[in-house]
């Protein structure tokens, strides 16, 4: 198995600093990318940590599988997803534990979206609204499910179109890192096909382009840094809101 990437980030056009942090281990099989909240530059050392501490784990697991997890492992999921539950797991911790133990970074806290490849299927974790997609034949179709208020009023089915696009707290997120002790993390799994491209992102990407304006980008141009940079380029001229992180992986078979 072999794992093509390449990943960017941007401060976008309205913001004096960068909260993202992405992170890439082509050794461990392993994506991050994540998008830092709170006060000053609070949301940059969260979405740091979570990288950094997620990074750090599957170093750790990987030399020595025999290591004692911080938690315990769920029945419901297999090794694979037990552990990429538990790095994020880890992760919250760090974080909360150092917005508690110092005022100044009281709030703070980030959410995560990361892919690991292992025996030939994609394992994808997230908290929060932070997006995995994934690219075959020229469709893409997302894989999480944004953790934010929008979404859970359009679950329950109580937004009429036009109130979506006028809704108030489309930035509201309803689960993140470091927001409690303990946090709820999805974990879901795609079995790919040689070729097909995951694209991890912050939501300012996926809040400035179309999903049918990522799919074109992707569809007309093979080169994984360009199309990042094209994505990222996209996002900044329909504005930049925010900062915008982009991460693409294209899975070849062993």
Not at 151 to 168: R, T
Not at 184 to 199: A, C, N
Not at 216 to 241: F, H, V, W, Y
Request: aromatic fraction near 8%.
């Amino acid at each position: 198995m072999r794992i093509e990437v390449a990943g960017s980030t941007h401060v976008g056009m309205k913001r004096n600093h960068n909260e993202d942090n992405f992170l890439m281990l082509p050794d461990e099989y392993l994506f991050i990318v994540a998008d830092g909240m709170g006060g000053h530059s609070s949301g940059e050392i969260a979405s740091r940590i979570a990288v950094d501490e997620l990074g750090e784990f599957y170093k750790m697991t990987s030399k020595d599988q025999d290591s004692t997890w911080p938690f315990k492992m769920d029945k419901q999921r297999n090794y694979d997803e037990n552990r990429l539950a538990t790095g994020i797991k880890l992760a919250n911790a760090r974080i909360f534990e150092k917005a508690s133990s110092e005022s100044k970074y009281k709030g703070m806290g980030t959410t995560i979206v990361s892919v690991h490849f292992a025996s030939d299927v994609a394992y994808v974790g997230h908290v929060g609204d932070s997006r995995v997609y994934f690219f075959r034949s020229g469709v893409l179709k997302q894989i999480t499910e944004d953790h934010s208020l929008l979404n859970d009023y359009l679950k329950a089915k109580k937004l009429s179109p036009e109130e979506v696009e006028n809704f108030p707290h489309k930035n509201v997120i309803v689960r993140a890192l470091g927001m409690k002790e303990a946090v709820q993390v999805d974990v879901s799994r795609v079995e790919p096909q040689p070729g097909d491209v995951f694209l991890l992102c912050s939501d300012g990407l996926s809040g400035m382009v179309t999903d049918p304006q990522m799919q074109e980008i992707l569809g007309r141009t093979p080169e994984l840094d360009k199309a990042c940079s094209q994505l990222i380029d996209m996002a900044n001229a329909a504005g930049g809101n925010d900062n915008v992180t982009c991460v693409l992986a294209r899975y070849h078979p062993a």
